[in-house]
């Protein structure tokens, strides 16, 4: 996992649950299929838009809702690398840090717009607004988190810890 | 200094003779429950065969098939059948399909325990506070770790103390309590916490309507939602779990990150509005607005007490012309008392058609989806944009009772004018 992430945001507002990121009505087909129709209820073109912008900047409380993995796994597929918010409902969370995904709480997340270009130093706890020319501290990730992190997720923490074959 | 059940729970699970809120533990697991939607095919069945492709422990391990049963398409049917061909390789005794929501089955069947730590692959595993566990919520890969050593690492929670002092009026149910408790603590303001429900007026209710209270802690963000376990949650249990219990209280003098003091003898019928659950008025605010679908069942609603109650409140009458009446009673055990009682038979001859015990019209995957511009109340958990189908579709939550006379009346009504 590289330390120090650069990529354009997606912005978008508080309360993204995971019904928007993942709708249920199409949790049947595989997470590609599904992919096409994720953020639909907010922006139908967020599958056109994420393979280019490869950092998710939400308000407060994303993630709420249901436990459903594939919100994340939807968003690793379409190229989504980190996610940034004021903060997380607490599965959606774990869900991204199992996944390997860097989650990060900023205070400051609404100052940040779609397009923006963005530095993020994950093991300072800062982010840099290239386009906007600010900074901003976010939570530093725990120490236990960023092992998991750095493992490339849960499984790969397992299989360092417990030993896979 | 005094703990809290959590703090009591989680400290036996990991071994340790006490812990405190903000302590990282790995836990033992009791319970791991998994579903069709969220089991097996994400993540779990690929990931295990890197680790043995054995589970740690199959008697600890139930799997319930409740979402996508019955299937209204091909790709339902084989996820179903995926998951049962799944669990009978894996020697996974406890597999259930077409019987019903799983933690509604997991309190029937005794998989909760008091003093337990149940994980389940869905958001309303939280539902088993009710029984004195804790119980949460887990992704798929969580629960492959799960699977993989038999634990998990949590961090312990603050606890948020919510007393509910009096008893319930004529009319008003626990759901409004549940409504009203999330409207005022905020769809994010137990986010990472417990919460612990206490007073008089929980201890007065039945286990079926605290079901519906724990079931929803979630909806503001907790982590668990707990109560204490008394007579009626012995009763409740007896016979029905295979070992002995742990049940833990909190001490007089546990330490509490913030508490709220609720009265429930002036409590009225509450309704959750559009899109959010924590957007909570009182029924006299938005009766008159009409209705497409009246929605009675799931795991927060569709108990025995729920159809019962809300069986006498249509009995003798006929639902309102041009909307649709759904009943999915939370299980088949449900159905079957509800049945011997006559319970549905009052329902279906006040205009309702039943429908087999499942998750699919709650979160919208079959059995009675809504179109753009329609307007469903419902007894579940969630109203959340597109949940039940149309993004453009608007979905209204209140109790049992609100949603028969809203039935009645094919608007959103005050139950209290039927009783």
Redesign the interface.
């Known amino acids: 996992m590289e330390r120090i992430i650069k990529g354009k945001a997606l912005k978008y507002g508080d309360n993204i649950n995971t019904d928007i990121i993942s709708p249920p009505q199409y949790m049947e087909l595989s997470i590609a299929d599904a992919a096409v129709h994720a953020m639909r209820a907010v922006d139908p073109d967020f599958h056109v838009k994420a393979k280019d912008h490869s950092i998710f900047v939400a308000g407060a409380n994303l993630g709420s809702g249901s436990s459903r993995e594939t919100a994340p796994l939807t968003l690793k597929y379409l190229g989504t690398e980190v996610v940034i918010a004021r903060f997380f409902a607490r599965i959606f969370y774990r869900n991204c840090i199992n996944l390997g995904i860097p989650a990060i709480e900023c205070p400051e997340a609404d100052k940040i717009s779609e397009g923006d270009a963005l530095v993020i130093d994950l093991e300072l706890g800062a982010i840099e607004n290239i386009s906007k020319n600010e900074c901003y501290r976010c939570g530093k990730i725990p120490a236990h988190i960023f092992e998991l992190i750095e493992a490339g997720g849960l499984i790969g923490y397992l299989h360092n810890s417990v030993g896979g074959r | 200094m005094g703990k809290t059940m959590s703090e009591k729970i989680l400290a036996r699970a990991a071994g340790k003779d006490a812990a405190s809120a903000g302590d ?1 533990l790995w836990v033992d697991v009791d319970r791991a429950m998994m579903d069709d ?2 089991g097996p095919r ?2 779990i069945a690929e ?1 295990l065969k ?3 492709d054995a589970v740690w422990d199959a008697d600890k391990v139930v799997i319930i098939s409740d979402h ?1 049963t019955p299937p209204a ?1 091909v ?2 049917a084989e ?1 179903v059948k995926f998951t049962r061909d799944w669990a009978a390789a894996h020697n996974i005794r406890n597999y259930f399909e077409f019987v019903g929501p799983c933690h509604q089955i997991m309190a029937e069947r005794g998989f909760v325990s008091p003093g337990s730590v149940v994980l ?4 309303h ?1 939280c539902m088993g506070g009710a029984l004195g566990a804790f119980a949460t ?6 629960m ?2 799960v699977l ?2 038999g634990k998990t ?1 949590l961090r312990v929670p603050e606890t948020i103390r919510v007393e509910w002092s009096g008893e319930l009026p004529a009319g008003v149910m626990a759901k409004d309590l549940s409504l009203k408790t999330i409207g005022m603590i905020g ?2 303001g137990a ?2 916490k417990a919460v612990e429900y206490v007073g008089t007026a929980i201890s007065k209710l039945p286990v079926d309507e605290r079901m519906a209270i724990a079931n929803m802690a ?1 909806e503001m ?1 907790a ?1 668990a939602g707990l109560m204490e376990c008394d007579a009626k949650t012995e009763a409740f249990l007896n016979g029905k779990l295979a070992e002995t219990h742990r049940a833990e209280t909190s001490d007089a003098d546990a330490v509490y990150c913030e508490s709220f003091d609720f009265d429930a003898g002036t409590l009225a019928p509450m309704i959750a509005c559009p899109h ?1 659950v924590d957007n909570v008025f009182d029924v006299r605010d938005v009766r008159g607005t009409d209705i497409d679908q009246a929605y009675l069942g799931s795991c927060t609603g569709g108990r025995l007490h729920d159809l019962r109650i809300a069986a006498n409140l249509v009995k003798g009458r006929r639902k309102a012309d041009g909307i649709r009446f759904l009943v999915s009673p939370a299980s088949q055990e449900i159905w079957e008392a509800a049945e011997k009682e006559g319970v549905l038979g009052v329902l279906a001859e006040a205009g309702a058609v039943i429908l087999a015990p499942t998750c699919g019209v709650c ?3 079959h059995s009675g ?1 809504l179109g753009a511009g329609e307007r469903c109340i419902s007894s579940s958990n ?1 109203n ?4 039940m ?1 149309s ?1 453009d579709a608007e979905i209204y939550l209140g109790s049992p009772l609100s949603v028969a006379a809203a039935a009645l009346a094919g608007r959103i009504a005050d139950s209290r004018e039927y009783l």
């Open positions: 990282i939607i969220l994400v993540e990931g890197a680790f043995g996508y398409s790709k339902q996820i389940g692959t869905d958001s595993t919520g887990v992704g798929s890969t969580e492959l770790g993989v050593t690492w769809h994010a986010t990472y979630v963000g982590k959010e979160v919208g995957l989806l969630r959340f944009i597109g949940r189908g993004k």
